[in-house]
């Protein structure tokens, strides 16, 4: 039974792993509009949170094509919401 147990409690860590754990501060989308990327990664940032990066990078693609690989940081000032 132990053994059983501690195997369950290993499957349990190491499937949820460190990023079930972790909060992430950014997010990462790409499209081929750059400011309908960019709005639509602004909108999930979370409320109360304030924007510290908003960039937006042209990539090129097949077919001499492009489009925009875009991402937006931020942080929580309030100590009771995230990083402070």
Do not use: H
């Amino acid at each position: 039974m132990k053994i059983l147990s501690a195997v369950l409690l290993s499957l349990l860590l190491f499937g949820l792993g460190a990023g079930a754990f972790a909060t992430d501060l950014s997010i990462s989308g790409s499209g081929r509009n750059r400011e309908v990327t960019l709005n639509k990664l602004l909108a999930k940032v979370p409320e109360g949170a304030a924007i510290t990066d908003a960039s937006c990078k042209r990539i090129g693609i097949a077919g001499l094509n492009y489009q925009y690989r875009c991402s937006v940081a931020w942080e929580f000032s309030n100590q009771y919401l995230g990083n402070a």
